[in-house]
Structure formats: C-alpha cells, structure tokens
C-alpha cells in the first residue's frame, strides 16, 4: 500500500487505528463496495500517483449507508463528501457492485442505539463522534411521531458539553429515533443512572448511545477516564480538491 495513504497517514499504526473505527459498518454490509471505498482511501494500491475513488462509488456507498450511520446518531461524515472525488472520466475507482446493495444480516429487533458492545475503544470512539455525553438518570415522555422521547433527571453530570448550552441543560429531552419497531432493553429499568451518548439534529438532541453506568465496570471506567486524550477517528486532515489532482 502507499504512504501516506489518501488521508495522509504515515504510519501503519495509524491506518490501523484509525480504520478500525469504520469494522462495524462492514459488517452491517449496507453496499456491496463499501469496502472497496475505504480501502482505497485507508490502503491505497502503491502506484507512482493516488488513484481516488470515483464520485459515483462514494454517492452509491454514501446513499446506502448513511441512513444506517443515521440511524446510530453519526452523520456521514466529511472526510468522505463525495464532491472531493474525480468524476468518471478521470482515472479513479470506480462502482463494482452494479448498484445492488449487498445482502444485509439478519435484522435485529434491538435499536441501533441500544446494542453497542460495551468495550473501552468502541465507547472511546463513540464519544469521539458524538457532540455531548453526560451521565444522568432518564424518565420516559410521551412518543411522538414513533420517536421515544427521554427526558434527563434535574441532576445530571455532563462529561462532554460540546454544544449544549444552559437553556438545553435545564431540559434536557433525547429522542430515540425509530424506536416504534426496534427494542431498547436497557430502558426496561430507569431506576439506574446512564452514561448517554448524542448529537444535535436541527433543533433536537438524538441519542445515538446509551450504556448503563455501573461504578464497577472497568470498560467504562476506562472509556471516561481517557476520552479526552483517545485520538478520535474523525480528526482527518483535509482532503486537497478532487479537480486540482
């Protein structure tokens, strides 16, 4: 492979961690060449010059994926804007799937939100991608528009503000989006407190994960401590103009 790679990364070790955080997508096998994309932006072939993907691959990739990363509270993210790639009449990888998504697993019945494996670097990560966490216990609102709705206790600790401002934190209601045909069983006993993962959406707080806060956990313990100092997966360095290549 060539390095730097396409998001000028230097070293393997970084390709490695920094990839890592994309595992989980693979295998929710949401387009048949949503591997062919990052690889070739993560593990680029080792030519004398880059070859990117082309503009088709990433829009096929990104309209079968994105509401899936929707629907786990990230949005598609910018690295991967389909606009800095060349468009086919350049040299650059194109679609190989011929427009078929790939055949999905088996559909869970629990909510995306819910079913996070509780293990220090995937909560690491997901607090890198999420705009605000805080531990707090939750009492449920009335649905609304098949959204369950959560509302944070009056006391709350917040472990990552990001963009939550005072009038936000005095109210705090989450929406669990899709929640009318999918499980959370965490939320079956609210007598403990959470560690709660989001973003803002317009004028809304999604939640996008949620853990239940247990003082012995060491996975936990861990993830909280070191979040701040966990080099986040999304801090990518700005791809140069697809068109300037």
């Known amino acids: 492979m060539r390095l730097p790679n396409?998001?000028?990364?230097?070293?393997?070790?970084?390709?490695?961690?920094?990839?890592?955080?994309?595992?989980?997508?693979?295998?929710?096998?949401?387009?048949?060449?949503?591997?062919?994309?990052?690889?070739?932006?993560f593990a680029p072939v080792c030519l004398d010059r880059p070859i990117y993907p082309c503009r088709s691959l990433c829009q096929a990739v990104?309209?079968?994926?994105?509401?899936?990363?929707?629907?786990?509270?990230?949005?598609?993210?910018?690295?991967?804007?389909?606009?800095?790639?060349?468009?086919?009449?350049?040299?650059?990888?194109?679609?190989?799937?011929?427009?078929?998504?790939?055949?999905?697993?088996?559909?869970?019945?629990?909510?995306?939100?819910?079913?996070?494996?509780?293990k220090a670097e995937g909560m690491?990560?997901?607090?890198?991608?999420?705009?605000?966490?805080?531990?707090?216990?939750?009492?449920?609102?009335?649905?609304?528009?098949?959204?369950?709705?959560?509302?944070?206790?009056?006391?709350?600790k917040l472990l990552k503000r990001g963009p939550l401002q005072r009038p936000d934190t005095r109210r705090l209601v989450l929406h669990l989006r899709n929640a009318a045909a999918c499980l959370c069983p965490q939320l079956a006993d609210l007598r403990r407190p959470f560690v709660v993962l989001g973003r803002r959406a317009g004028g809304r707080l999604l939640l996008g994960a949620l853990y239940r806060w247990e003082r012995g956990n060491p996975q936990l313990r861990f993830a909280l401590k070191f979040m701040f100092s966990y080099p986040c997966p999304g801090r990518f360095p700005q791809l140069p103009a697809a068109e300037q290549r």
């Not at 690491?124 to 944070?152: H, I, P, Y």
């Open 124 to 156: 690491m990560e997901q607090m890198c991608a999420s705009d605000f966490v805080l531990k707090t216990r939750l009492r449920e609102l009335q649905a609304e528009g098949g959204e369950r709705r959560l509302a944070a206790a009056r006391k709350k």
């Open 6 to 41: 396409l998001l000028d990364q230097d070293s393997l070790g970084e390709v490695r961690q920094q990839a890592s955080a994309w595992v989980p997508l693979l295998g929710k096998r949401c387009h048949g060449d949503t591997q062919i994309l990052l690889c070739s932006l």
């Open 62 to 118: 990104r309209d079968a994926c994105a509401p899936l990363m929707e629907a786990y509270g990230f949005p598609w993210p910018d690295m991967l804007r389909c606009t800095r790639f060349p468009l086919e009449h350049r040299l650059c990888i194109a679609p190989q799937a011929g427009g078929s998504p790939a055949t999905p697993p088996p559909a869970s019945r629990v909510c995306p939100q819910c079913e996070m494996e509780p």
